[in-house]
């Protein structure tokens, strides 16, 4: 009889990992939402962090670094500051970095135009500070990874705090972004633990979960991670000496049901159910570099099937390749005529608004595609997908169904590169939030998942 048995996807490398405070100072510009009727931050809800993940594979040094910053994204001038002191790093190596932002909507916005507004010339010193400490942290996290002999092991969880935001207004064809009771919404968590290998001891949790951080809106003043703080607090509470990573993943169509509040308690009670949700999670797993396998029967009142743990050793593969994708556009405004709309309005929504499609038009132009890039790293037995833009979350779905049973780690909102949604192609004419404010076209989601299932299969050697 052949012995069946049930393996997790597993790593055997080297880790480090440290976190560092890079809250902004009270006062400095924080607006995120049109709605919002100010432009400063009036205190801290919970601090804003900077966590650096340094992996290393077991017997090579080709250092591979990822940074989880609680910001909406790491854009403009943040993303050439950090490029710029982390790219040293690895060699110059831009697919061995991966900075991303939580998508918080608690922390501000720190492009370049935002520096004219109230509390904004507090933002390049901000930024410069952070660089610092950043790279600081970067160069703990190195430092520990070069010692320490880790395993890093993947298990799929479950939580209901994502749901979908595509309501159609009853007796309309207009799309209002909150909360459809009626869409089942995709509430797959991915957990990675790491462990050290001298004491089997936690030293970090990895949370890959896709769901918008806006339930603190525009009556927030306060620099929050949003729920994020609470979930990464209620994890570390549970296994001390672990700190939790947060990846945002593919959320276009996903948010809290109940958001857009100013009270705080609210994203501290959304954090604490992801957290839970982690925690199962983490218990459901075997000790590090154990399976379970089928040992034979036992008679009993029924015929006994007996599973025990058995050891394994898990792959020690650590590679991966940047890619570069090309996006059909739609047509756009031309900047001329947003910048004259801009002049011209006293709504401050809408100015916002068009800030926000006058940044987009000035960097995509005006050709009918654009690239993007895009990242896949092969972690033991899991693959980690990364890429700029906000997908529906389809694309996770579908990579995840493609690769079965390896996890996959689907990764938004990472480096620069990405301006917008991107949607399912039957939602192309529907006057909904996340197709007017792309510039991606109709196909632009079925393009980019292609491109990643066809270099994902190159990756694993399919």
């Known amino acids: 009889m052949s012995t069946l048995e049930s393996t997790p996807a597993a790593a055997a490398l080297r880790a480090g990992i440290y976190r560092c405070d890079i809250t902004p100072p009270v006062g400095m510009y924080a607006r995120t939402w049109g709605a919002a009727d100010h432009d400063k931050a009036e205190g801290v809800h919970r601090p804003i962090t900077a966590t650096v993940v340094a992996l ?37 190596d831009h697919s061995r970095l991966l900075m991303m932002g939580s998508h918080t909507h608690g922390a501000g916005l720190y492009y370049k135009d935002r520096w004219e507004l109230p509390g ?115 994890v570390e509470k549970n296994v001390p000496g672990a700190t939790c990573i947060f990846l945002y993943a593919a959320a276009g169509d996903l948010s809290p049901s109940y958001q857009y509040v100013g009270d705080t308690r609210v994203p501290d009670k959304h954090g604490r159910q992801l957290g839970y949700s982690v925690l199962s999670a983490l218990e459901s797993m075997l000790a590090p570099c154990q399976k379970l396998s089928y040992t034979g029967v036992m008679e009993s009142g029924a015929p006994l099937g007996v599973w025990r743990p058995t050891p394994f050793e898990p792959s020690e593969d650590l590679s991966g390749i940047e890619i570069q994708v090309e996006i059909p556009l739609k047509e756009m405004p031309p900047a001329e005529e947003l910048e004259k709309q801009l002049e011209e309005t006293t709504n401050r929504a809408l100015e916002e608004r068009l800030r926000r499609k006058l940044r987009i038009v000035e960097m ?88 990643f299932k066809t270099e994902g299969r190159r990756v694993l050697g399919q």
């Not at 990822?66 to 002191?85: F, H, I, K, Q, R």
């Not at 896949?376 to 990579?399: H, R």
């Not at 493609?402 to 689907?410: K, M, T, Y």
């Open 120 to 234: 904004g010339e507090l933002i390049p010193g901000y930024l410069a500070k952070t660089r610092d400490s950043i790279l600081a942290a970067a160069k703990e996290a190195v430092s520990q990874a070069e010692s320490t002999q880790a395993t890093i092991t993947w298990a799929y969880g479950r939580c209901s705090l994502a749901a979908n935001r595509d309501l159609k207004e009853p007796g309309t064809d207009r799309y209002v972004t909150g909360f459809n009771p009626d869409v089942e919404a995709d509430d797959t968590v991915l957990v990675g633990r790491i462990t050290r290998d001298e004491d089997a001891a936690e030293i970090g949790v990895i949370v890959n979960y896709g769901c918008h951080p806006t339930t603190l809106a525009w009556e927030n003043k306060l620099f929050s991670p949003d729920y994020i703080g609470a979930m990464r607090e209620t």
């Open 56 to 92: 290393m594979p077991k017997n090579r040094d080709e250092l591979r670094l990822l940074l989880a910053v609680d910001w909406p994204g790491v854009w403009d001038v943040s993303y050439d500051l950090l490029s710029e002191a982390l790219l040293p790093l690895v060699d110059g």
């Open 364 to 451: 995509v132009g005006s050709d009918s595609t654009t690239t993007v890039p895009g990242w896949i790293w092969k972690i033991g037995g899991a693959l980690l997908m990364a890429q700029p833009c906000e997908p529906y979350s389809v694309f996770q779905s579908d990579l995840r169904d493609q690769f079965s049973p390896a996890p996959v780690v689907v990764c938004s909102v990472t480096n620069s590169g990405g301006h917008g949604y991107m949607y399912p192609e039957h939602l192309a004419n529907e006057n909904l939030y996340q197709v007017w404010q792309s510039p991606y076209g109709a196909k632009a989601l079925e393009a980019l998942t292609e491109a």
